[in-house]
Nanobody, 115 residues
Framework: QVQLVESGGGLVQAGGSLRLSCVAS????????IAWYRRAPGKQRDLVAS???????NYADSVKGRFTISRDNDKNTVYLQTNSLKPEDTAAYYC?????????WGQGTQVTVSS
């Protein structure tokens, strides 16, 4: 069993930055692929970025060059550095952990970008 807890969301002006954190409890964190998803009001949940156990990363086109995902396995933590934020980045951001057939979700953290 793995529990994921997100933090770091908040209200920021357009052009600002936030660093989101996803802290995992449980063992074998380093073996999980961790992803950040987001859901804006009235929209579907979309993949933002992911990082594999080997450190390979993937980004949605809408955030490439602005967001950076990284992981610190010693701290059981994945970070999402969000820069040059836009109002359209406003959403609830969720952390997802996957390993084989196992998948876990956090409760989410809200990011609101004002224009």
């Amino acid at each position: 069993q793995v529990q994921l807890v997100e933090s770091g969301g908040g209200l920021v002006q357009a052009g600002g930055s936030l660093r989101l954190s996803c802290v995992a409890s449980g063992s074998s964190f380093g073996a999980y692929t961790i992803a950040w998803y987001r859901r804006a009001p009235g929209k579907q949940r979309d993949l933002v970025a992911s990082i594999t156990s080997g450190g390979s990363t993937n980004y949605a086109d809408s955030v490439k060059g602005r967001f950076t995902i990284s992981r610190d396995n010693d701290k059981n933590t994945v970070y999402l550095q969000t820069n040059s934020l836009k109002p359209e980045d406003t959403a609830a951001y969720y952390c997802n952990g996957r390993r084989g057939l196992f998948e876990y979700w956090g409760q989410g953290t809200q990011v609101t970008v004002s224009s």
